[in-house]
């Protein structure tokens, strides 16, 4: 289990800067976190994309999603609340660093 972050800075029109006990960080665009959301919705629909790359997304609003505001939940996830209405994924910190973008592995069923 990932140890808790030393510093989480949230901006969110951009992304999530999250610095890690062993002194590295990882930086998230709130589009990526969105994309990526853990939640059973999402994951289902990653898989879905990477079986059929033709699939047709979900409609929604327009415009760029922000993110509205983050909570911690215990020491071991952080859950975000985007503008359009998602909050239902819980971002653990095993999680977060799976799919830091910098490591260039991330999944695609979620954690």
């Known amino acids: 289990m990932e140890p808790a972050p030393t510093h ?14 062993d002194g590295s960080t990882s930086y998230y665009s709130i589009a990526y976190l969105r994309k990526m959301s853990p939640s059973a919705e999402m994951r289902q629909l990653r898989e879905e994309m990477d079986r059929n790359p033709l699939a047709i997304l979900p409609g ?9 505001s983050a909570e911690l939940v215990g020491n071991y996830a952080l859950r975000i609340r985007f503008s359009d209405g998602h909050r239902t994924g ?3 910190w095993d999680y977060l660093r799976g799919i830091d973008p910098a490591s260039g592995a991330a999944p695609t069923g979620g954690a």
């Open 90 to 92: 819980l971002y653990t």
């Open 60 to 68: 929604g609003r327009t415009g760029p999603v922000v993110a509205e």
């Open 8 to 21: 989480i800075d949230l901006k969110k029109d951009r992304g999530l800067t999250v610095q890690w006990a």
